[in-house]
């Protein structure tokens, strides 16, 4: 992780503020969510406890950061913490606003919040990973298991994710093209915002210190 910045900070709460509020578009256009969401909202369904879907998941972040220290602590930085605590009050509130203004959207504006979905949360991604202060707290698991030589991250990545899924859908969570395209696909788009976007604008702050 890098040296502390407020540019570095800015970055990452962009990322995870987009990142959350794209999940409420996902949840609305109602093709799946990402699979660690289709994972969390399995379990809130299946022992909320009558908790918040934002309260339930800061707490399951809290259960997977506890694994995570006992693993390795290297990935654990201040965007893990902003991501822990944020993400998933800020999903109830998008999801809120969505379900108030479109109560029932038709088929094409649910088309359309998927791709929306798919483009925000991919634009975010780049932020937040190039800001380089920490990774999620599910993050972590699969490149810890890749720096232990288990395998290559993409393949362990891919085998979490369907995990995630197998999990969500199991509970009840709609599994759907969205799930899929955030499984297999977001990386390439992803790459496309970091190098054109995310990127440019961290070395332009760099420049100008």
Same mark, same amino acid.
């Given at each position: 992780m890098k040296k502390i910045s407020a540019r570095r900070v800015g970055m990452t709460l962009f990322g995870v503020i987009l990142? =959350? %509020?794209?999940?409420? +578009?996902f949840k609305k256009a109602d093709f799946g969510v990402d699979p660690f969401q289709s994972f969390a909202m399995g379990l809130w369904g299946k022992i909320g406890f009558g908790l918040s879907y934002g309260t339930f998941y800061m707490l399951l972040n809290l259960v997977i950061l506890a694994v995570?220290?006992?693993?390795?602590?290297?990935?654990i930085g201040l965007a893990t913490f902003i991501n822990m605590f944020l993400v998933g009050?800020?999903?109830?509130?998008?999801?809120a606003v969505l379900n108030l203004t479109?109560?029932?959207?038709?088929?094409?504006?649910?088309?359309? +919040?998927?791709? /929306?979905? %798919?483009?925000?949360? !991919?634009?975010a991604s780049a932020f937040y990973y190039t800001s380089d202060l920490g990774v999620s707290t599910y993050d972590a698991i699969p490149l810890f298991?890749? =720096?232990?030589?288990?395998? *290559? +991250?993409?393949? %362990?990545? %891919?085998?979490?994710?369907?995990?995630c899924v197998a999990v969500g859908f199991?509970?009840?969570?709609? /599994?759907g093209v969205g799930t899929v395209v955030t499984a297999f696909f977001m990386g390439p788009l992803i790459d496309v +915002?970091?190098?054109? !976007?995310?990127?440019?604008?961290?070395? *332009?702050?760099?420049?100008?210190?």
């Open positions: 990142a =959350a %509020i794209s999940v409420g +578009f995570d220290f006992m693993l390795d602590r290297h990935y009050y800020i999903v109830d509130a998008s999801t479109v109560p029932q959207p038709g088929m094409v504006l649910r088309v359309l +919040f998927m791709i /929306i979905g %798919i483009v925000a949360m !991919c634009f298991l890749a =720096a232990r030589k288990i395998g *290559k +991250f993409r393949y %362990i990545r %891919i085998i979490s994710d369907m995990i199991s509970c009840g969570v709609t /599994i +915002f970091n190098v054109h !976007c995310a990127q440019p604008f961290l070395r *332009k702050g760099s420049s100008e210190s």
